[in-house]
């Protein structure tokens, strides 16, 4: 009884009916998780994502002598995260505030880094399982596309491509002066709605559904060349590691890049006139997009998994470097 009486409370808390029964006014429940549950989730993002990606480039840098095309692909994902983290802050600082003093310019630009280490994440990954098929496939003869020149004009373009495709959203964001406070609202939340619907689904597809096929098609392509490999030699079947790796990439990005893409394209669609939904429904969508947005960029934390299953000896190597670093910690303090 008491559970059910505090369960009408918190509906009545959230929302307010007439006595006709339409809704009068819906509390800004958007607005309370932008002011807490943001700051919190990339406060923990920032810091968890710093130590990670902030130890890769470290041994990448100091430790990697020989490197590999698949390194080059894995240490520009690290550079994209990195860069994503430094915008982190300023995001913190600005949904605890609830104001936006930056200016238009770090406005526009912080946004852009969120979205272009979100597409560069897919694609460069998409290298690296394209990189590994080819290595398993033809492991004792190097294919054109594994040659290192090849691999940084590779990466070259994966920057440029995704510049390219995320220079119209900058025509969509921007300030808005409210009467005490400037906000710089998410993607999402700016610009002409049905304008933005049609770029926002166009960068659905060619950004993210796409080379998350490729993802998902060139490591089904590394099983299936394993189980016929090992069934040809008579082996025992050794595929746990790449079919856990297959099923890892697939399911991280399928729970923190799907629902964001889904949600961002109901959030603008909301805005649209010709659909006008009652305010506590766009209220509802944009707390559930609200919610998605720190779940996507969560990529940042989560890249540093495949550093360690695909990357060439990298574990080894930073193995070496943190037992020289510990060595002569202790050499210089004895």
């Known amino acids: 009884m008491m559970i059910k009486k505090q369960s009408k409370n918190l509906i009545a808390l959230i929302i307010f009916q007439n006595h006709n029964g339409t809704y009068d006014h ?43 095309t698949g390194n080059i692909y894995l240490f520009n994902l690290c550079l994209s995260d990195f860069a994503f983290l430094c915008t982190l802050p300023w995001l913190v600082e600005s949904y605890a505030n609830e104001t936006w003093i930056y200016g238009p310019i770090m406005c526009k630009s912080n946004r852009f880094l969120l979205h272009a280490n979100l597409y560069t994440s897919v694609l460069f990954l998409t290298c690296v399982s ?14 054109v596309l594994q040659k290192k020149r090849l691999a940084i004009l590779i990466s070259i373009g994966v920057w440029i491509l995704v510049t390219t495709e995320l220079l119209p959203m900058l025509t969509f964001i921007g300030l808005t002066n409210m009467t005490n406070d400037t906000n710089c609202h998410s993607y999402a939340s700016s610009g002409d709605p049905v304008q933005n619907l049609i770029y926002s689904t166009c960068l659905t597809v060619f950004g993210f559904i796409m080379p998350l096929c490729g993802i998902c098609f060139f490591y089904l392509k590394i099983v299936i060349l394993l189980k016929k490999r090992n069934k040809d030699l008579a ?13 890892l990439a697939i399911i991280l990005f399928s729970i923190t890049f799907t629902p964001y893409h889904i949600m961002r394209n109901i959030r603008i669609a909301s805005r649209m006139d010709s659909w006008a939904p009652p305010q506590c429904t766009k ?38 470097k943190i037992r020289q670093l510990s060595n002569a910690f202790k050499s210089y303090y004895v």
């Open 235 to 247: 082996q025992v079947p050794s595929l746990e590691k790449p079919l856990r790796l297959v099923i």
């Open 26 to 68: 819906c509390i800004t429940l958007d607005q309370l998780l932008k002011k807490y549950y943001l700051p919190v989730f990339y406060t923990l993002e920032f810091i968890l994502g710093v130590l990670a990606n902030g130890t890769v480039l470290w041994a990448y840098i100091f430790g990697m002598k020989n490197w590999s």
């Open 130 to 143: 394209m990189d590994r098929y080819m290595l398993i496939k033809n492991p004792f003869k190097k294919h």
């Open 283 to 320: 209220v509802i969508i944009n707390s559930i997009y609200v919610i998605t947005r720190p779940i996507a960029f969560l990529n940042s934390v989560i890249n540093p998994i495949f550093y360690f299953l695909m990357g060439d000896h990298f574990r080894d190597m930073l193995n070496i």
